[in-house]
């Protein structure tokens, strides 16, 4: 009899009193508890109908979100003051992109209590690779969060051990498969959660509670990417090509390649860039520069094809993004994408980025100081605790993750800090940069462990 009472088989993001408080404003939520394992189902693999009607009645689906965030929101609104909510569950969302509204939703009006990351533990009875989090919010003003990292060692008893440690005060644990720690809040927005062990999430955590990020109005610090062109196989010449002999010189733009900062200090390869761009931002006209002209005119048809050029057919050979001309004579660091570690390297050539490069530049860093920060673990330990991880361990090093590291304040680094870190940053030495960014952040060698 209460098997039949109690329990119900339905839809559970589409049954009638899913979405209650959305439908109708007055029906109060009244869950004290929801437990559950959520399923993985990405939208585009549903039927068309059906994830149209889940993202009409659950906003925080966008994108390309995976059916688990509508439970994760369905189950949030239920639950009325002090309630909980604690699944087992993917933890992608709370690092890509399709999980900021969710993301903002928690920071909003729920608090996070506990993230135990269970990625390489067995947790279900078939092995599977799901990157499983036990993650448990409440209804509830945020306070103190409890961060843990589980190992393939992690068993029953390590989990009851947790548990126990997880409901009473102390600051940090460590035991058979796991270590935890108890951070003093969790973090706000809708921005990533960074990921990595308790003590490093808990280092990121006292960086961003106080320091400034690196993309800065400030200390005009900008992070930015280089020039994407749609066709570089055109717009990318080399020094001496005979197919563009003939265009214009004052058309031809040095260009930095991700091959010309390997080394670890810039060293340009001979390239150009074919650029049709003004220093005003406007295309040049092409009948006064006939060179340009021919040049464009003999590649028309592989032109014509880009998106771009279907957008804007009166300017065709228009490249994806502009040119801006006051970059090219600034001092900029260059950062390569897609490495095993960060790697800053000084542009005072007069280059312009192509678009597998990132750039820093600064009204008022020392540039080679700032690189001798960006070249330390701290810097790293930014990135791996935000970016994507490809195979072999490769990071992104896209400006969303440069953005997310916090530097001092430049006028807070002391005069000998400083020429350390360009002494470091000349070396290419990783741990002297380190030793003098600890200093400049104020930390000790155990802070980063």
């Known amino acids: ?55 009409s009645r659950w906003p925080t689906m ?23 909510l604690a699944f087992i569950c993917a933890d992608r969302w709370m690092r890509n992109q399709y999980g900021a509204s969710l993301r903002q939703l928690v920071a909003r009006d729920y608090s996070v209590d506990v993230v135990w990351t269970m990625h390489d533990v067995d947790a279900f009875e078939s092995a599977v690779s799901a990157y499983p989090a036990v993650t448990v919010l ?37 035991g058979v498969g796991y270590r935890a720690f108890r951070l003093p809040h969790w973090f706000s927005g809708d921005e990533m959660w960074p990921s990595g062990s ?55 733009l040095r260009l930095a390649m991700v091959s010309d900062t390997r080394s670890g200090t810039f060293q340009w ?40 050029a279907k957008a804007n057919p009166s300017s065709w050979h228009r490249t994806i993004d502009k040119v801006n001309h006051s970059l090219i004579h600034q001092q900029k660091l260059l950062i390569q994408d897609m490495r095993t570690s960060i790697n800053p390297v000084l542009e005072n050539q007069g280059c312009y980025p192509h678009h597998n490069l990132y750039f820093v530049v600064s009204e008022k860093w020392d540039l080679e100081v700032l690189g001798g920060l960006l070249l330390s673990r701290l810097a790293q330990a930014f990135i791996e605790a935000y970016s994507v991880r490809m195979r072999g361990n490769t990071l992104r090093f896209q400006s969303q993750y440069l953005k997310k590291i916090r530097v001092p304040n430049p006028d807070d680094v002391g005069d000998e800090t400083k020429e350390a870190l360009k002494i470091a940053f000349r070396a290419r030495d990783v741990e002297a940069a380190t030793v003098a960014a600890l200093t400049a952040y104020k930390l000790t060698p155990d802070d980063l462990e």
């Open 1 to 55: 009899m209460l098997a039949r009472h109690w329990v119900r088989a339905s839809d559970y993001l589409l049954s009638a009193q899913a979405g209650a408080d959305l439908i109708n404003p007055g029906v109060q939520p009244d869950v004290d508890v929801v437990i559950g394992n959520p399923p993985y189902i990405r939208i585009e693999e549903m039927d068309d109908e059906v994830s149209a009607q889940y993202r």
């Open 138 to 174: 409440s209804r509830r003003e945020q306070g103190r969060a409890v961060v843990a990292e589980a190992t393939s060692q992690f068993t029953a008893a390590s989990a009851r051990e947790l548990a126990t440690w997880t409901a009473g005060s102390e600051t940090a644990a460590e």
């Open 198 to 252: 308790p003590a490093r999430v808990a280092l990121i955590e006292h960086l961003n509670d106080n320091f400034g990020p690196l993309h800065d109005p400030h200390t005009g610090t900008r992070v930015g990417i280089g020039v994407a062109t749609g066709a570089d196989k055109v717009y990318v010449v080399k020094e001496g090509d005979s197919d563009a002999a003939a265009v214009e010189q004052d058309r031809l």
């Open 269 to 308: 390869g001979g390239r150009y860039l074919v650029n049709p761009w003004a220093p005003d931002g406007t295309l040049v006209d092409l009948d006064k520069y006939s060179g340009l002209a021919g040049y464009f005119e003999k590649h028309r048809d592989q032109l014509v094809k880009r998106h771009t």
């Open 62 to 84: 966008s994108g390309r979100a995976d059916i688990y965030v509508g439970f994760y929101e369905r189950a949030l609104r239920s639950l009325k003051p002090g309630g909980r």
